[in-house]
């Protein structure tokens, strides 16, 4: 059981005690606050309240939030493209429509169930869940991981992405003609006010989000471009990609209705590098574009 308190300020008096919850932590939704209220779990001046309460200025909430149940993560024989692997760290090439890792309802087909049977020494640092896992992409972005085979490489690994030593690079195609070579997106990124599931540009409970992009080649009516991340938030490129007007081909969330059927974004993290955890030898590693961004680069063209 993990437990929070908070005290009521004057510009949240009247707000609904769901929205002050939510909006405390940006993992928590609206919907699963209003289950905790229900089951007794939020608390107000020692009360029991309802979702729609309405809090007063100088309201003590105590939230108590129950531990997930566990899940059992299986190991599963895959065919993983690994390109790199050695008594530390593991570089892994991630197929366009694979999960990174387990969630509620989705254990399995994961590429951790992959790693788990591929290797048996993975870094405990993220827990059952996400062993090995130092940062993801989504699901429908193809390219390049590096995963932690124990907790002193995790730590060297994490420590690189805070200070913003890795390289990654992104090939993406988005909607709209860029007319200049190049740019940089520097626009904090956090969760959607109006949508828990999504991310947008927002100064509020926000943090800094940095992307460089350069022009490959333009079409009649979208651009190819490459992505270096300075930062690495949640939908980083797609969300700062639309921010500017620009949003990514095929992307169902933050892309307009009529784009490419693609099933989901045009996004390849194609190049990561890092120093090793152990040698301290920096690391490179490029993989090519998948075979369906290929053939769309080529309708594109034609």
């Given at each position: ?32 606050v209003q289950s905790w209220i229900k089951d007794g779990n939020i608390l107000v001046n020692g009360n029991q309240i309802k979702p729609n309460y309405k809090v007063n200025s100088g309201d003590y909430i105590k939230i108590d939030i129950p531990d997930p ?198 996004l390849h993290a194609g190049v990561l590098g890092f120093i090793h955890p152990r040698t301290k030898e920096y690391l490179e590693f490029e993989a090519p574009l998948p075979a369906y961004f290929e053939e769309l680069l080529e309708k594109l063209r034609h």
């Amino acid at each position: 059981m993990n437990q929070f308190e908070l005290t009521i300020e004057e510009h949240q008096h009247n707000d609904r005690i769901d929205k002050i919850v939510s909006a405390f932590n940006s993992e928590w939704s609206r919907t699963q606050v209003q289950s905790w209220i229900k089951d007794g779990n939020i608390l107000v001046n020692g009360n029991q309240i309802k979702p729609n309460y309405k809090v007063n200025s100088g309201d003590y909430i105590k939230i108590d939030i129950p531990d997930p149940e566990p899940l059992d993560v299986i190991p599963e024989e895959m065919n993983l493209d690994v390109y790199y692997e050695d008594a530390d760290v593991l570089v892994v090439n991630k197929p366009k429509g694979m999960v990174v890792h387990p969630a509620p309802g989705h254990v399995s087909g994961t590429l951790v169930n992959g790693l788990m049977a591929h290797c048996k020494d993975l870094s405990g640092i993220n827990g059952v869940m996400r062993p090995g896992i130092v940062h993801r992409i989504d699901k429908d972005t193809s390219g390049l991981l590096m995963v932690a085979k124990n907790d002193v490489a995790h730590e060297s690994l994490v420590n690189q992405l805070v200070e913003k030593s890795v390289t990654r690079k992104y090939k993406a195609i988005v909607h709209g003609v860029i007319p200049h070579d190049q740019g940089t997106i520097d626009a904090p990124i956090g969760r959607d006010k109006k949508d828990r599931q999504s991310m947008t540009v927002t100064d509020e409970n926000s943090k800094n989000a940095v992307t460089h992009f350069n022009v490959l080649e333009r079409f009649k009516e979208f651009t190819f471009i490459e992505c270096q991340l300075e930062t690495g938030r949640t939908h980083q490129i797609r969300v700062h990609m639309k921010y500017i007007g620009y949003p990514l081909a095929g992307d169902p969330k933050y892309g307009p209705k009529k784009t490419l059927d693609i099933d989901g974004q045009a996004l390849h993290a194609g190049v990561l590098g890092f120093i090793h955890p152990r040698t301290k030898e920096y690391l490179e590693f490029e993989a090519p574009l998948p075979a369906y961004f290929e053939e769309l680069l080529e309708k594109l063209r034609h």
